[in-house]
């Protein structure tokens, strides 16, 4: 067919890799940590030559956005940006990871944001944030969690959240930065869907102190930026009364589906993927099924009650159909890799993943550190 249209033979072959890869960045970016240095990796491994890189940069947006109107926006452009950029980086000899000089630059970038801090507040927040957070996170977002930990530790606020509203990506981002415990995750998302509020990203840190610093990437229900004053505004209460068991969300969302009904005639055969390949330091966990409320609260309860823990997550809903993705370790901080777990972790997600909401519902007692 391409020399038919007047193609070369080098230029046939490039068609042909781009119609069998064409799904690969958009499933990349949307569903892997791009901040896991492996990730970059592998997709370089595929794409092996920055022209092919960019044409596939081209050909994804494309293909999503002839979809449908409201397919695309900001955030998926976004993590399509940074998929890209991370790949061209390390094909042009650029180096990915944790080097001591490349957290240096960070931490340096970082302590030059923070002129009102003095050299013993810096250490001092230094010395909480553990070497994998400085590789995660960006310097002007370290800085805005430096002073959110320092207000909290002059105030002793025992929960404290910021949100920043990012309209250019179509996104919101929620900081919560409270005690750490089991379970913690779950309250925390069973929250933000009492809001109203849409999670598509998730990055979970615990620090020195024992604090948790969990970031969530929020949209409203069509899709844009989660920045209307008043829910912004209530959110810190709402966090507050989920987490002390004052409020059970999903009671709440029973009373008041977040979804339409007509959701609930379609069919979406439940599957879960698990993958140790994909990150070298943690299992992916993949978990496909059909939307409604109370869903990702269900998934993350099992999770923690099988005795996991959540690094981190992408959360992503198509019509009827949700594919969530966790970052997990074992309570260890090491994958899971024994076949009898792993069996045993696919049958609860897909018991979860088929259970009535009102199940979800039953029991939601107080969080601490047992539950």
């Not at 990506?169 to 900081?175: D, G, L, P, R, S």
């Not at 409270?178 to 925390?188: C, E, K, N, V, Y």
């Not at 620090?207 to 948790?212: L, Q």
């Not at 059909?290 to 869903?295: I, K, N, T, V």
Request: charged letters at 25%; glycine letters at 6%; aromatic letters at 8%.
């Amino acid at each position: 067919m391409g020399p038919r249209l007047g193609l070369d033979i080098a230029e046939t072959e490039t068609v042909s890799w781009l119609v069998a890869k064409h799904l690969v960045m958009s499933r990349i970016a949307f569903k892997r940590d791009l901040d896991d240095p492996k990730t970059i990796q592998d997709f370089v491994s595929i794409v092996q030559s920055p022209e092919r890189l960019k044409l596939l940069l081209l050909l994804t947006v494309a293909d999503i956005r002839a979809v449908g109107p409201t397919v695309w926006n900001g955030w998926k452009g976004e993590l399509l940006r940074r998929l890209y950029n991370g790949a061209l980086e390390l094909m042009s000899g650029g180096v990915t990871g944790g080097a001591e000089a490349d957290l240096k630059r960070r931490r340096d970038a970082a302590r030059a944001l923070l002129d009102d801090f003095s050299e013993q507040d810096f250490e001092e927040f230094n010395a909480l944030a553990y070497p994998h957070y400085w590789r995660l996170v960006d310097p002007q977002t370290v800085a805005r969690h430096a002073r959110l930990m320092r207000e909290a530790a002059l105030t002793e606020a025992p929960l404290s959240v910021s949100t920043r509203v990012d309209a250019g990506h179509a996104i919101t981002e929620v900081v919560v930065y409270t005690a750490d415990h089991a379970g913690l995750f779950s309250r925390l998302a069973g929250a933000l869907a009492l809001a109203g509020a849409v999670i598509v990203d998730a990055r979970i840190a615990t620090m020195a102190n024992g604090m948790a610093l969990d970031t969530f990437w929020v949209q409203d229900l069509d899709g844009g930026a989660f920045e209307r004053p008043d829910k912004l505004a209530k959110l810190s209460v709402l966090f507050e009364n989920v987490l002390a068991g004052r409020i059970n969300p999903y009671l709440e969302l029973t009373r008041k589906p977040a979804f339409p009904n007509r959701a609930q005639v379609f069919t979406v055969p439940p599957r879960v993927l698990i993958d140790n390949k994909a990150s070298t330091s943690h299992t992916l966990i993949e978990v496909n099924g059909r939307d409604r409320p109370a869903l990702l609260y269900d998934l993350t309860r099992e999770l923690t009650r099988l005795g996991l823990q959540i690094s981190g997550a992408k959360i992503a809903t198509y019509g009827e159909k949700v594919v969530d993705v966790f970052y997990v370790k074992d309570l260890f901080g090491m994958k899971i890799d024994e076949e009898p777990r792993l069996k045993t972790i696919r049958k609860a997600l897909i018991e979860a993943l088929n259970q009535p909401q009102a199940e979800a519902a039953k029991g939601f007692p107080a969080l601490t550190a047992a539950s």
